[in-house]
């Protein structure tokens, strides 16, 4: 899910700080450093994930983290397009 708004905010943003945001976020290894990074916080689905898919904590903030990284991750891509440039000249 990509949301439009979120993606035209950060065409505000330079290119180069898109560029390092983006990489970040792909190498963001918890849930807790992803939250920092962003500024959000997404440590609170963690219990319903939990709850709704019957795992351990650990479970569900790794798949927290996968789900709310790609969201964020394709915010960025499409604020680099927007920006008139592709993901692949910058070997993203």
Known sequence: MVTVDQARD???????ELIEK????????SLDEFEVLTGKEYSKMVPLA????????????????????????RNLSLA?????????????
């Open 10 to 16: 950060f065409t505000t943003y330079p290119l180069s």
């Open 22 to 29: 983006k990489r970040a976020y792909a190498r963001a290894s």
């Open 50 to 73: 939990q709850k709704h898919q019957g795992i351990t904590k650990e479970e569900a903030e790794n798949r927290t983290l996968a789900v709310f990284k790609q969201i964020e991750i």
């Open 80 to 92: 680099i397009k927007l920006h008139g440039m592709s993901d692949v000249e910058y070997g993203l």
